[in-house]
């Protein structure tokens, strides 16, 4: 089997790597990955001397260079994952959003169309359901709800969604779709709400909560994304969406607090800031589905994830601390000065 995997340099492309050369070792890998800001080669160094994987520096936008790719590699399974990801960079300039979100995910599939491919699956997420209000505490996203997007990462993703599954009807492009809360664990971005709190409590800089950090989120254990995205390729119907999630919803606010106990922090460092405009209130996924037809649970308790996510990110000082050094300082100043 060999698979390209888009975005295999950023947060989940790359525990998904990990996953997948560790279960198939007979599979090659090959990640096609720009390297933006939140693109490390560096996370990929324990897999880069494996004679199974391949490294591609090319931008999924760039017809000519996904053609010659394809052309080379003749993928069975292309896996998306590269995508622009934040939600408050895509509100301070959408554009890249766009060109990424969609059309890169468009330029993949002209491409999978014109070499042949077994299965195109489309890493999406349950921002293009919206958002749920916090007194309903009985309503779910299915794969039923309507698509209903607040900023620009979510409606480009909401894009993505739409065009993979006019691919499946119109071409008979063998797609499936995959929806998923919040991720947590090893290799995710400082600008994320986990990383972001861990980095700055470790430097004893202050907590910054978006309003009154009452916004709920459904939060699952990377390596759990990864298994459920493994079995779909593997098993699931082709032209459906699933929806995964570990029935794991927190307040921001609580998140916070856990991570101050975590590091012995004082809760002082909590700082309210003004709120994310648009921000949805509540996410929270019903995995039902994927449940019943692929038998996918998730495996790690946030109490035990969030524990080995502190604890890798103690011990992997020098890779957040490079990448706090970078970009990433001019993002935080303009993001967060006032
Ligand atoms: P990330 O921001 O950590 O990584 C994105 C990767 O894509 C980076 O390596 C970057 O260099 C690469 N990339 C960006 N633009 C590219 C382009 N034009 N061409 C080639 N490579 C490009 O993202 P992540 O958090 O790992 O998310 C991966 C996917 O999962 C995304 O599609 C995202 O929408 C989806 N998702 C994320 C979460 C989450 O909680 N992080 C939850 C559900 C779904
Ligand atoms: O639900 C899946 C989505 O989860 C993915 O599709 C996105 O790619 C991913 O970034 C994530 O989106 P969120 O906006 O939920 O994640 P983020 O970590 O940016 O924020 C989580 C919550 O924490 C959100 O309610 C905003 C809040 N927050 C975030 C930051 C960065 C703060 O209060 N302060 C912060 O500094």
Redo the contacts with the bound molecule.
Sequence with gaps: MNIIV?????????NFIFHMLGKYPEYRIVC?????????LSTLQSVMDNPNFRFVK????DREAVCRLFEGEHPDIVV???????VDRSIEAPEVFL???IK?TAVLMDACRKYGISRYHQ?????VYGDLPLDRPDLFFTEETPIHTSSP?SSS?AGADLLAAAYYRTYGLPVTIS??????GP???PE?LIPLMIANALNDKPLPVYGKGENVRDWLYVED?CKAIDLIIHKGCIGEVYNIGGHNEMRNIDIVKIICRELERPESLITYIADRKGHDMRYAIDPAKIHRELGWLPETKFADGIKKTVKWYLEHREWWEDIISGEYREYYKRMYSN
């Design positions: 888009t975005g295999g340099a950023g947060f989940i492309g790359s096609l990955d720009c390297l933006t800001y939140a693109g490390n090319e931008n999924i936008t998306n994952f590269a995508a622009e990801t934040h060109d990424t979100n890169g890493v999406s997420t349950d921002e990462y993703k929806r998923c809360s919040n991720n947590y290799y995710q971005f994320k994304h």
